[in-house]
């Protein structure tokens, strides 16, 4: 289980990074645009970027069972939330698979740690 939960957790981090320190890059792979101020680039630094860095950094650094559930809890937000997209906004190919990581991250973590 300790593998798991450090593979978790080091995955959000690298996942945070693009969105930290590649923006652009990040807004292009979700389809976003910047609009005419840098609050978009802004918002993709800090909720697609450090806040799973964060979130993993945490994770390793407390290193208990709570802090890798809480870390599949935010993964299964995160999934919640795609799927609201899937039933509202449309489906796509990348939609689902990203839906399926999320919730696949999420349940697992939550499963092997409480």
Not at 72 to 85: E, K, M, N, Q, Y
Request: glycine share 10%; aromatic share 10%; hydrophobic share 55%.
């Amino acid at each position: 289980m300790d593998i798991i939960n450090i593979i978790f957790a080091l995955a959000s981090i690298a996942l945070g990074c693009f969105g930290w320190l590649a923006p652009r890059y990040t807004m292009q792979t979700l389809e976003m645009q910047a609009g005419a101020s840098t609050m978009a680039t802004s918002e993709i630094r800090a909720s697609a970027g450090c806040l799973f860095v964060g979130m993993g950094v945490g994770a390793l650094l407390l290193s208990t069972p709570a802090a890798y559930t809480m870390l599949g809890f935010c993964w299964l937000g995160a999934a919640t939330g795609r799927l609201t997209s899937l039933l509202f906004d449309g489906r796509s190919r990348k939609k689902i698979v990203f839906f399926v990581v999320e919730a696949s991250v999420g349940l697992t973590a939550i499963a092997i740690n409480l």
